[in-house]
């Protein structure tokens, strides 16, 4: 699935994913390839991705995710 993490100041990664794992308002949780579609609030923590490269892991202060058509779009504040 493509995956696409973007703050208000820049897109931080654009590309090819295996595993999502959110930090969702009412606790985390995982997309995989072909989840049905979704929108969710996120909450302050940590966003933790798989690629070919391995397992990549960044902190958010909030934000939301859709998920639609195996693309999956992080909008986060406070990214680090």
Do not use: R, W
């Amino acid at each position: 699935m493509i995956l696409e993490i973007l703050t208000p100041e820049k897109k931080l990664f654009s590309g090819e994913a295996t595993l999502v794992q959110l930090p969702g308002i009412d606790g985390s949780f995982e997309i995989l390839s072909n989840h049905a579609p979704l929108i969710s609030a996120l909450a302050k923590g940590e966003v933790k991705y798989k690629t070919s490269e391995g397992e990549k892991k960044l902190t958010i202060g909030g934000g939301f995710v859709e998920c639609l058509n195996n693309k999956v779009i992080v909008c986060a504040e406070g990214a680090a």
